[in-house]
């Protein structure tokens, strides 16, 4: 018996709708499943390391930082012609501050009439100084002028960090 014409465009559009509803169905069936499935924590992000760098660099840091820096920083990094000191609340302001913004900082911003004119390695072994000189020993891995490295060390905390030793009468404390 045949279909009336009328009757099999409805036949054609109702199978069409079926096959949309069941795989609707089918979509919404996979959604619930995977919403359902046990999650798992996300890991959790490695610990930032401490930063390590060589007696070398910190040497060689202190060079570029007494012909390039001292003159605003001071000789002892106590601050000078109102340049802030590299002690004290410098440590306090980086602490826990990823390395990689410290020398992006430092990067664009220093010296501060030729911003960007040291090259990287100058700028790293400057936060190798930085480091020793407020109370970071030296290591036997270099201190890595890759950003990516950077970013996963900090600048060590304040209580990381030794007691300053009590100023000799014409110096500067240090703390080591």
């Known amino acids: 018996m045949a279909q009336h014409p009328i009757f099999a465009k409805q036949a054609q559009k109702a199978r069409g709708f079926c096959t949309a509803l069941l795989a609707a169905t089918g979509l ?16 959790a992000p490695p610990a930032p390391a401490a930063p390590s760098f060589t007696a070398e660099q910190a040497d060689h840091g202190a060079q570029i930082y007494a012909g390039t820096c001292a003159m605003c920083h001071g000789a002892a990094l106590e601050g000078a012609h109102d340049m802030p000191p590299l002690r004290g609340l410098f440590v306090a ?9 410290l020398y992006a900082y ?3 911003a220093m010296p501060l009439m030729a911003p960007g004119t040291l090259p990287p390695q100058d ?6 100084f930085l480091l020793r000189e407020n109370g ?4 036997h891995t270099p201190l890595p002028a890759d950003e990516n490295r950077l970013a996963q060390m900090v600048f060590p905390t304040p209580n ?9 009468p014409g110096k500067a404390p240090r703390t080591r």
Request: proline share 11%; net charge positive.
């Open 160 to 168: 990381a960090l030794p007691p300053v030793k009590a100023a000799q």
């Open 93 to 101: 302001r980086w602490a826990n501050t990823s390395l990689n913004k």
């Open 123 to 128: 700028n790293i072994d400057v936060i190798a």
């Open 136 to 139: 970071t020993e030296p290591g």
């Open 106 to 108: 430092i990067t664009h």
């Open 28 to 43: 919404v069936a996979t959604a619930h499943a995977a919403l359902a499935a046990p999650r798992h924590a996300p890991a």
